[in-house]
C-alpha cells in the first residue's frame, strides 16, 4: 500500500472545487446537502483511516490490550513509519475527538442558554421580541420539552418596515422547518475530525443563508423585497447575543454582498445538477469525479488495511 495509506487523510481537498461550482449553478438546497454529505463521509473515512494507523502502529507497545499480531512485520510492512504514523495517530485522534465533544457541548450549550433567555416570555410567543435596542434577529433551534423560536430584537424591528419585517421573519422560520442547524453541526464535526474540512463548513453556512433567503423570497413573493431587507439587516445588525445560531444578517463584509446579489438574480434552477453539456456542467463532472475518487480512494485504504489486520489475526 505504501503511501497510498494516507490518503483518505489529504483527499478531502478534493471535494473543495465542487463547494465552488455547485455555489455557483445550483440551488442552495442542493447545495446544503450535497456538501454536508460529501464532508460527512470524508470526515468518517479519515477518522476510521486514523483509527486502523493507531492500532497497527501501537498494537506492539507495552500495556496495549491489543493483539501485538495486529502489528506483527507483515503489517507493519504495509505502513510505511508505522511507529511514527501510529503515535501520531493517537494524537490525532484524541484532538478530534475532543474537539468534536466540545463542539457538541458548546452547540447544546449556546442552545439551552437562548432557550433559557426566552423562559420569561410567553412559551407560544412566536417570535419572540426581546425588549433591546441592538438590531438582530435569530433563530432558537428546538430543545427536549421546547420548540423552535423565532427571536428578534425590537431595535432590529423598529430599522424595518412591515414588509421587510415579513421577509425576515420568513428567513428565520426556514431555518427552523428546514432544520438548518443540522447541516451546520454535521459539518462543523466533520471539520473537527480532519481540518481539511473546515472550508466546506463555510461553503454550507453561506448556502444555507442562501436557502432560507429563497424561502424567504417565495413566501413574501418579492426578490427585490427580500434584498432590501437583507442588505439593510447588515447594514445596521450587530453581533447576535448567540453568534453560532442562524441569524438574519450577518456583519461580515463578504457574505452578505453575494446574498444581496444572487437575490436579485433569477430564481436559481431546482435542477440537482448543472447541464452536461455546458462548461460549468463539464466543470462539475471533472470536480465530481475527483470527490467520487477521494471517497472512493479513502474508502479503499481503510478496507485495506482492515483485511491486513483481519488476516493477521482474526477478529
Known amino acids: 500500500m505504501g503511501l497510498f495509506v494516507f490518503l483518505p487523510l489529504v483527499l478531502p481537498l478534493t471535494a473543495l472545487p465542487i463547494a465552488r461550482l455547485t455555489e455557483q449553478h445550483l440551488h442552495p438546497r442542493a447545495t446544503t446537502r450535497l456538501l454536508t454529505l460529501l464532508a460527512v463521509v470524508l470526515g468518517l473515512c479519515s477518522t476510521l483511516c486514523l483509527g486502523l494507523l493507531m492500532v497497527v502502529g501501537t498494537a506492539q ?59 420569561a416570555l410567553p412559551p407560544r410567543s412566536d417570535p419572540a421580541i426581546l425588549p433591546d435596542e441592538d438590531p438582530y434577529a435569530y433563530a432558537v433551534p428546538a430543545a427536549p420539552g421546547r420548540p423552535g423560536r423565532v427571536v428578534v430584537s425590537r431595535g432590529m424591528l423598529r430599522s424595518l418596515d412591515d414588509n421587510e419585517q415579513r421577509a425576515l421573519f420568513a428567513h428565520e422560520r426556514a431555518h427552523l422547518t428546514c432544520r438548518h442547524h443540522r447541516y451546520l453541526l454535521a459539518v462543523r464535526l466533520a ?54 445560531l442562524a441569524h438574519f444578517a450577518a456583519t461580515e463584509a463578504g457574505p ?60
Open 61 to 119: 507497545l507495552p500495556g496495549n490490550p491489543l493483539p501485538d499480531a495486529w502489528s506483527d512485520p507483515e503489517v507493519r510492512a504495509a505502513v510505511p513509519y508505522a511507529e511514527i504514523a501510529g503515535s501520531t495517530a493517537v494524537a490525532a485522534l484524541a484532538a478530534a475527538f475532543a474537539a468534536c465533544s466540545g463542539a457538541l457541548r458548546r452547540h447544546r450549550r449556546i442552545r439551552a442558554r437562548a432557550h433559557h433567555a426566552l423562559a
Open 191 to 244: 471539520g473537527c475530525l480532519n481540518p481539511l474540512l473546515l472550508p466546506l463548513r463555510s461553503a454550507v453556512t453561506f448556502s444555507t443563508e442562501r436557502w432560507a433567503d429563497e424561502e424567504a423570497a417565495h413566501v413574501v413573493g418579492d426578490r427585490l423585497l427580500t434584498a432590501r431587507a437583507v442588505g439593510r439587516a447588515a447594514l445596521i445588525g450587530r453581533a447576535a447575543p448567540y453568534p453560532e
Open 256 to 315: 452578505v454582498p453575494r446574498r444581496v446579489a444572487a437575490l436579485l438574480a433569477p430564481v436559481p434552477p431546482a435542477r440537482s445538477w448543472p447541464p452536461a453539456l455546458t462548461p460549468a456542467g463539464i466543470a462539475a463532472l471533472f470536480a465530481a469525479a475527483g470527490t467520487a475518487a477521494s471517497a472512493l480512494a479513502s474508502l479503499n485504504s481503510v478496507v485495506a488495511l482492515f483485511l491486513i489486520l483481519k488476516a493477521a489475526t482474526p477478529l
